[in-house]
T-cell receptor, first 116, second 114 residues
Framework: NAGVMQNPRHLVRRRGQEARLRCSPM?????VYWYRQLPEEGLKFMVY????????ESGMPKERFSAEFPKEGPSILRIQQVVRGDSAAYFC??????????????FGPGTRLTVL | KQEVTQIPAALSVPEGENLVLNCSFT??????LQWFRQDPGKGLTSLLL?????REQTSGRLNASLDKSSGRSTLYIAASQPGDSATYLC?????????????FGTGTQLKVEL
């Protein structure tokens, strides 16, 4: 059973470009979470999605950031018109609906975004 | 709003020493508490998860305890080794807003020296 997969692992963008980060949850998991780790800071929650629904986006910046988790395919975190302050590691986690330890989140390896 | 604090921020010990990392949280209405390890430039490795109904969990040389009433968790590492050098993060899972989310502490950076 493959773990949570994220790609790309490293992404370099110039200011003003768009960044698209992808996350494939573990098999059987229908809940996806995105977290951001800024340099020298802790991980902060961004958004929680279930298939085709955003459940909690209280941690998302108000502008330029969006997330989706379509019926088919991976979850996408999209950052428009990137700025240097967006440089960070972005981690995705997934969890399942039910069963033992259903609320345990499993993390992917992260995408490290560098904005030049 | 849940706040998670970890003490100390950094710790350097000689190999073989037993050590304790501390984690405190402000809101005791949690589902679980999880300890992670993060190596420089790498992702998160889950070490131990303690459900809210449990008091402790053990895995090898690691033991984590949870005291919800006092808002504290500790991670005990026995017979530390240089390979244990990493940043250790604790995170509490609570229901806020529309769903569950993890609130992370800022970590304890551990260095185990030969």
């Amino acid at each position: 059973n493959a773990g949570v997969m994220q790609n790309p692992r490293h992404l370099v963008r110039r200011r003003g470009q768009e960044a698209r980060l992808r996350c494939s949850p573990m098999k059987g998991h229908s809940h996806v979470y995105w977290y951001r780790q800024l340099p020298e800071e802790g991980l902060k929650f961004m958004v929680y999605l279930q298939k085709e629904n955003i459940i909690d986006e209280s941690g998302m910046p108000k502008e330029r950031f969006s997330a989706e988790f379509p019926k088919e395919g991976p979850s996408i975190l999209r950052i428009q018109q990137v700025v240097r302050g967006d440089s960070a590691a972005y981690f995705c986690a997934s969890s399942r609906d039910r069963g033992p330890h259903y609320n345990e989140q499993f993390f992917g390896p992260g995408t490290r975004l560098t904005v030049l | 709003k849940q706040e998670v604090t970890q003490i100390p921020a950094a710790l350097s010990v000689p190999e073989g020493e037993n050590l304790v990392l501390n984690c405190s949280f402000t809101d005791s209405a949690i589902y679980n508490l999880q300890w992670f390890r993060q190596d420089p430039g790498k992702g998160l490795t889950s070490l131990l998860l303690i459900q809210s109904s449990q008091r402790e969990q053990t895995s090898g040389r690691l033991n984590a305890s949870l005291d919800k009433s006092s808002g504290r968790s500790t991670l005990y590492i026995a017979a530390s080794q240089p390979g244990d050098s990493a940043t250790y993060l604790c995170a509490s899972l609570a229901r806020t807003g529309g769903g569950n989310k993890l609130t992370f502490g800022t970590g304890t950076q551990l260095k185990v020296e030969l």
